[in-house]
């Protein structure tokens, strides 16, 4: 069960994405977002899902880790689904019964919203597996270092982000482990009705919520013994740079955005389908 989430793993591998500075591939990040919201033509939107396996392919991440990070949206992506499909009203009416009515806007939205869920989903992943936690912080901090002039604590939200992201597949083993543990002792789960199950998982929550609290202690205790003090003054093994590949990244990304602007306008082709159905079918 937990251990299909890969948010927050490293796939320790040598490949041109994990070389890019987490600088770039946070900002990078934020352009594939962009792209993905301002893509309105479901084609165009297939064109950025093939730009996502090529970034996979050649991070040479397996395309494992991504469905993995994708499969705990199992019962999420059905009923975000359903929700709009039926809820949403505008365009040609395909199916009129009762009190349920679908729409082409209704199907349209429904199909957009799965596969956007789907494409962030990815795109995060892809970041986390390819990034350590520490270049993470260290990125995170140097892209809000020009917010210290009205003394936003940069060095301090990178490090809350990165712990609390980092600990993600750490407490995922550790509920695993009591999970199990609890199975052993004859505990049983996933029986009964909704709130039978949901009662269930006490002797689970509980003792991860101590271990949890334990384990930020020690990592403070440990934090405090080693004269941490924030980032003031605080010095760096390896300083980050931008190199070439960088440059080459950020500019396949901007053609990435380029291109969904340019094809989505230039050839509406979601339009041209609606448009052939609409003549076949012979509805208004």
Same mark, same amino acid.
């Given at each position: 069960?937990? !251990?299909?989430?890969?948010?927050?793993?490293?796939?320790?591998?040598?490949?041109?994405?994990?070389?890019?500075?987490?600088?770039? !591939?946070?900002?990078?990040?934020?352009?594939?977002?962009?792209?993905?919201?301002?893509?309105?033509?479901?084609?165009?939107?297939?064109?950025?899902?093939?730009?996502?396996?090529?970034?996979?392919?050649?991070?040479?991440?397996?395309?494992?880790?991504?469905?993995?990070?994708?499969?705990?949206?199992? %019962?999420?992506?059905?009923?975000?689904?359903?929700?709009?499909?039926?809820?949403? !009203?505008?365009?040609?009416?395909?199916?009129? %019964?009762?009190?349920?009515?679908?729409?082409?806007?209704?199907?349209?939205?429904?199909?957009?919203?799965?596969?956007?869920?789907?494409?962030?989903?990815?795109?995060?992943?892809?970041?986390?597996?390819?990034?350590?936690?520490?270049?993470?912080?260290?990125?995170?901090?140097?892209?809000?270092? *020009?917010?210290?002039?009205?003394?936003? *604590?940069?060095?301090?939200?990178?490090?809350?982000?990165?712990?609390?992201?980092?600990?993600?597949?750490?407490?995922?083993?550790?509920?695993?482990?009591?999970?199990?543990?609890?199975?052993?002792?004859?505990?049983?789960?996933?029986?009964? &009705?909704?709130?039978?199950?949901?009662?269930?998982?006490? *002797?689970?929550?509980?003792?991860?919520?101590? &271990?949890?609290?334990?384990?930020?202690?020690?990592?403070?205790?440990?934090?405090?013994?080693?004269?941490?003090?924030?980032?003031?003054?605080?010095?760096?093994?390896?300083?980050?740079?931008?190199?070439?590949?960088?440059?080459?990244?950020?500019?396949?990304?901007?053609?990435?955005?380029?291109?969904?602007?340019?094809?989505?306008?230039?050839?509406?082709?979601?339009?041209?389908?609606?448009?052939?159905?609409?003549?076949?079918?012979?509805? !208004?």
């Amino acid at each position: 069960m937990f !251990k299909d989430i890969t948010l927050g793993q490293y796939f320790p591998v040598d490949s041109p994405v994990h070389r890019l500075d987490p600088r770039t !591939k946070l900002i990078l990040l934020v352009m594939y977002i962009v792209a993905v919201f301002i893509a309105k033509d479901l084609w165009v939107f297939g064109f950025i899902i093939a730009f996502m396996l090529f970034m996979t392919a050649m991070s040479r991440v397996p395309l494992s880790y991504i469905t993995k990070a994708i499969k705990p949206m199992k %019962w999420l992506l059905p009923l975000m689904f359903l929700l709009n499909l039926f809820m949403v !009203k505008t365009g040609t009416v395909l199916v009129q %019964w009762q009190f349920i009515t679908i729409t082409t806007g209704g199907v349209r939205q429904a199909l957009f919203i799965v596969l956007r869920l789907i494409a962030l989903v990815s795109g995060a992943s892809l970041l986390t597996l390819t990034t350590t936690p520490v270049s993470l912080t260290e990125g995170l901090e140097r892209l809000f270092a *020009p917010l210290k002039v009205i003394k936003f *604590p940069a060095h301090e939200l990178a490090m809350m982000m990165t712990i609390a992201l980092r600990f993600i597949p750490t407490l995922l083993e550790e509920a695993d482990k009591i999970m199990k543990a609890q199975l052993a002792r004859g505990a049983d789960l996933e029986s009964g &009705n909704v709130l039978k199950r949901a009662k269930a998982m006490l *002797p689970i929550l509980i003792p991860l919520f101590v &271990n949890s609290f334990r384990r930020a202690e020690e990592l403070a205790l440990a934090m405090e013994s080693r004269c941490y003090h924030g980032g003031e003054g605080r010095t760096r093994l390896k300083v980050l740079r931008f190199h070439w590949r960088d440059l080459i990244a950020f500019l396949i990304m901007a053609a990435l955005i380029a291109s969904v602007i340019i094809l989505q306008n230039t050839f509406p082709i979601d339009h041209w389908i609606a448009q052939a159905f609409k003549n076949l079918t012979g509805l !208004k």
